[in-house]
């Protein structure tokens, strides 16, 4: 069972950005479709981006346009570059399979707030 281990989250006014990683515990060649999910309090958990081993890429409308998501193979990692910050886009990201996430790791909790 794979896991994951999301870093690089943080406080930040709005219009700031924020580069969130996702290492995973082994090789995510094999993982067809790689997303990064987030929670904020008192929601349910949301998927946000997504990227396919092919580097086909999709994305929620609330998102799209200031987030990009990626990933390199080689490092067992995933990433999720965050312009254009909102006080809506505060919650725990998270990253794991999609469609069938697995295992949750902690996340990385986001602020975005003056």
């Known amino acids: 069972q794979v896991q994951f281990v999301e870093s690089g989250g943080g406080l930040v006014q709005p219009g700031g950005s924020l580069r969130l990683s996702c290492a995973a515990s082994r090789s995510i060649f094999s993982i067809r479709t790689m997303g990064w999910y987030r929670q904020a309090p008192g929601k349910q958990r949301e998927l946000v981006a997504a990227?396919?081993?092919?580097?086909?890429?999709n994305y929620a409308d609330s998102v799209k346009g200031r987030f990009t998501i990626s990933r390199d193979n080689a490092k067992n990692t995933v990433y999720l570059q965050m312009n254009s910050l909102k006080p809506e886009d505060t919650a725990v990201y998270y990253c794991?399979?999609?469609?069938?996430?697995?295992?949750w790791g902690q996340g990385t909790q986001v602020t975005v707030s003056s």
């Open positions: 794991n399979k999609v469609p069938l996430p697995g295992t």
């Open positions: 990227i396919t081993s092919g580097g086909s890429t």
